[in-house]
């Protein structure tokens, strides 16, 4: 198993190296020297060197796999950090992965329906419509009625590489841990077991074909987003099938124009959709990026958005919606003081945080940030900004809020590009708002109870077996307890014991190096003692070890 980690560890840096990646090394001057390095001696290893960095970046993701491949369509949204023609490049990996053949994609995708093509479907083309990091898709249409479809069926093969990929990140969690203990305030293990449960469910596509159905029925005869329906006698694991969509890709600027779309308007809506998702259903869609997303050709003075491919799905509790809203409404007034506290309410940071150095730091990170037009401050760059100064109070990251990060750097990314100039705090400012103001609503909290009550009335005869229960966990945690007790004094005698052999063992070691030097009459002896510091040393390292 450490050999497959091992091998893949020098596979990923083989590649970086043959692609000449390392021009992406910054000048800083503090690694001027290892900028020459790679100058005059990686550069031998790069075999694109003829192609552009944006085309070596491209392919470079593509040769190392799904996640690799998931990474550069993030990074593909983030024109403020790349050059367009980088940016351009990485977009292709949203739709346009190099395919695997069509005859064998028609080969699983009868095997998993159980029956050949021509029983169902007519019309099937072997060459995809779109081919992604985890699936590729195929149109055909049914025999009976005729309609148009699309078929996706994942990539054959993936499976070894994810699951090698995933060790690997999660042995260098570990090891972040180990050498740096600061570390564990991050939740590096609990982030790679996140994007490793997202990966799993995307490679399981009856679970997509929920997710779609489900969020189908949350904009059911919605005005704003259409998403298409799914044909569930014929999903499994490995295929899906479902109604295909007819669209203008909304990083297609130059046609929605061309066709007098509002793209003002269609903007805003994008914003609606992400907040209406996140704080009113509670179930977001995680990978919208622009491969993902269409504009209706129909009504563009009034657009409608199409949304594919919901592997990715995610949810906050109702806790996080609350204090996220309140977070970003309190910068919005610049009520530092207001975010402190609800960063203190909310768990995030430790109870002993002194509440005044943490509203000193906000404050101290946000002014600057009013001196500049609001229309042009990310809510993603805020984001960003809140945690990285919370982290500093010792804030634990909460895993549930790196998808929606990452999809908020997809949102902004499309929003920005379709219309430039949206101020995106005007735009969600009453969504906010409006939300909050009706978690305050007295009929709100009259809802939460009705709801409860049945629950509660169902637990009372239940209620003795709990409390029994309980009792016998706190009896179980405390046995627990004492055996950790007396565990920690083992280890901590261990250790006395090893510090003292090790001891012993440096004094023996230079002992013998001295007599060796002073006196070849001795050196006999200084072997002896050479040999038994390290015999000294190697129980002390036992001992830890145990």
Excluded at 61 to 74: A, T
Excluded at 329 to 335: G, K, L, P, S, V
């Amino acid at each position: 198993m450490f050999v497959d980690e091992l091998y893949r560890f020098y596979y990923i840096i083989k590649t970086i190296l043959n692609y000449g990646l390392s021009d992406f090394v910054p000048t800083h001057r503090l690694i001027f020297p290892l900028r020459i390095g790679s100058r005059f001696f990686l550069r031998i290893l790069n075999k694109h060197y003829q192609l552009t960095l944006g085309e070596r970046f491209r392919l470079a993701l593509q040769e190392l796999g799904p996640i690799w491949i998931k990474l550069g369509q993030m990074l593909s949204t983030r024109r403020d950090i790349f050059s367009d023609s980088i940016a351009d490049q990485l977009s292709m990996l949203q739709d346009r992965v190099v395919p695997f053949d069509g005859i064998l994609a028609k080969t699983y995708i009868e095997r998993a329906i159980g029956n050949p093509l021509e029983t169902w479907f007519k019309d099937f083309q072997e060459i995809p419509l779109a081919s992604a990091s985890i699936s590729q898709v195929h149109a055909a249409r049914f025999k009976k009625t005729n309609k148009a479809i699309v078929i996706k069926v994942i990539r054959p093969g993936l499976l070894p590489i994810i699951k090698t990929d995933i060790r690997l990140m999660h042995r260098l969690a570990n090891w972040i841990y180990k050498f740096l203990p600061e570390g564990r305030k991050f939740k590096f293990s609990e982030v790679v077991s996140e994007y490793e449960k997202t990966l799993f469910n995307e490679l399981n596509l009856l679970k997509e074909a929920a997710n779609t159905i489900q969020l189908r029925r949350n904009f059911k005869n919605s005005q704003i987003l259409y998403i298409p329906k799914v044909y569930v006698d014929f999903c499994s694991e490995k295929v899906m099938v479902m109604e295909r969509i007819y669209g203008i890709s909304v990083y297609d600027i130059v046609a929605l124009k061309k066709q007098r779309t509002n793209m003002k308007l269609l903007a805003e809506r994008g914003i609606e959709i992400f907040f209406t998702q996140v704080f009113r259903d509670s179930f977001f869609h995680g990978d919208m990026h622009p491969g993902n997303i269409f504009i209706s050709y129909k009504h563009p003075e009034n657009p409608k958005y199409i949304s594919i491919d919901c592997g990715i799905i995610g949810s906050l509790n109702k806790k996080d919606k609350y204090y996220l809203a309140a977070n970003f409404i309190a910068f919005f007034n610049r009520d530092y003081r207001k975010i402190a506290e609800l960063h203190l309410d909310s768990g995030w940071i430790p109870i002993n945080t002194n509440i005044e150095d943490f509203e000193c730091a906000m404050r101290t990170v946000f002014e600057p940030i009013f001196e500049q037009p609001l229309e042009n401050v990310p809510f993603s760059k805020i984001l960003l900004y809140l945690f990285n100064t919370a982290r500093c109070f010792n804030m634990e990251i909460q895993p549930q809020l790196i998808l929606l990060q990452k999809t908020l750097l997809y949102v902004e990314g499309i929003v920005r590009q379709l219309y430039p100039h949206l101020d995106l705090w005007k735009s969600a400012r009453p969504f906010l708002e409006k939300w909050m103001q009706d978690q305050l609503k007295f009929s709100t909290t009259i809802c939460d109870l009705a709801d409860k009550i049945p629950h509660w009335i169902n637990k009372i005869p239940e209620l003795p077996a709990i409390l029994s229960n309980e009792f016998k966990r706190s009896c179980m945690l405390q046995k627990k307890i004492e055996i950790l007790i007396t565990e920690l004094k083992t280890q901590r005698t261990k250790q006395s014991q090893a510090l003292f052999l090790f001891g012993v063992g440096a004094t023996l070691i230079t002992s013998s190096i001295f007599l060796c030097i002073q006196d070849k009459y001795f050196k006999n002896f200084s072997i002896f003692l050479f040999v038994t510091g390290i015999f000294i040393w190697t129980i002390g390292w036992k001992r830890i070890m145990q």
